[in-house]
């Protein structure tokens, strides 16, 4: 089991985590955001956080809340994080937001499988497939799939929600790409029609929710769907590909995706790793985990 977390994300630091809430550096802002992996103490004192931090998200219910300002900040602002691999470098650039459900626009644990991302494309390059075919389902703000354009694939990007998907065009844009294909639909509603039209793709990305919710009011429950999406995604892939598959869902382990990649994928294990996405406080030197992932390397 593989323990990752970002080597090189500059603009972005966890301070401290603790008591159900972390300190996190975008930029120059300073947030406080819940976490509810964070269940031991914090390294520095409340009052310290909150004379340090910029905003603070005060939850209202379960799914929603408001920041509360203790520094002059906008409501929008930038930060930038770069692709490496070899001599090539390809910076991406991110609009984030203060949303009413406490997430900023980016996860930015997820930098190491933006590294993957880019790398693996560029290995199916170098064999000679001109542009790889990539698809990103829940896909949310499109950091993976502005990796992925990057390196030089054809990428399609699928989120249920619009105006997330608005949210990744914007992103586009600022980071100077064009030309992702967008795709507002119920992922496993469209990895259905994809097999039954013989569709095939050199990466898959799938990042999926707990809970969700369709275009059209379907339901996805993660448990419950999970072993089907594989099943489907595993229909979709070309003979050398690469997968990068992410789950934050309290409870659920590595050993789950082992078992997933194992039973869909066995002449690929060789090529396979799983374990669990980390944060590390650089105040505290807590650690956070933030998911487990499972991913298959391009040969």
């Known amino acids: 089991m593989e323990l990752l977390q970002p080597q090189h994300f500059y603009d972005y630091e966890l301070l401290d985590c603790g008591d159900f809430l972390k300190l996190e550096r975008f930029g120059k802002y300073i947030t406080i955001r819940p976490e509810p992996q964070a269940v031991w103490s914090p390294g520095l004192p409340l009052s310290e956080w909150r004379r340090k931090a910029f905003v603070e998200f005060i939850p209202n219910s379960s799914s929603s809340g408001t920041w509360r300002k203790y520094k002059e900040m906008p409501d929008q602002w930038k930060i930038g994080y770069s692709l490496k691999q070899g001599g ?110 013989g569709k095939k793709y ?4 799938l990042d999926p929710p707990a809970y969700g919710h369709g275009t059209n009011g379907e339901k996805w429950k993660m448990e419950d769907m999970i072993n089907e999406m594989i099943q489907g995604v595993a229909s979709l892939k070309e003979e050398n590909f690469f997968l990068v598959l992410n789950t934050y869902s309290l409870g659920f382990s590595s050993l789950i995706l082992e078992n997933f990649m ?20 650089t105040q505290s030197n ?14």
């Open 88 to 197: 090539q470098t390809k910076d991406l650039v991110f609009r984030l937001g203060l949303t009413s459900f406490k997430h900023v626009g980016i996860f930015p644990e997820q930098a190491v499988n933006w590294d993957f991302i880019f790398q693996n494309i560029l290995k199916l390059k170098s064999t000679g497939i001109e542009q790889p075919k990539v698809l990103n389902l829940f896909a949310y703000t499109g950091a993976a799939s502005l990796a992925a354009k990057a390196a030089g694939a054809d990428i399609t990007h699928l989120d249920s929600i619009k105006q997330v998907v608005n949210w990744s065009r914007e992103n586009m844009e600022l980071s100077g790409l064009t030309d992702i294909r967008w795709v507002v639909e119920d992922a496993l509603t469209f990895v259905r029609r994809e097999i039954k039209r």
């Open 202 to 205: 050199h990466g898959i990305i």
């Open 262 to 281: 194992q039973q869909n994928f066995e002449k690929r294990l060789k090529n396979s790793e799983t374990g669990e996405l980390f944060l590390k406080s």
């Open 286 to 299: 807590m650690v956070l985990p933030l998911g487990v992932f499972a991913r298959i390397a391009a040969r």
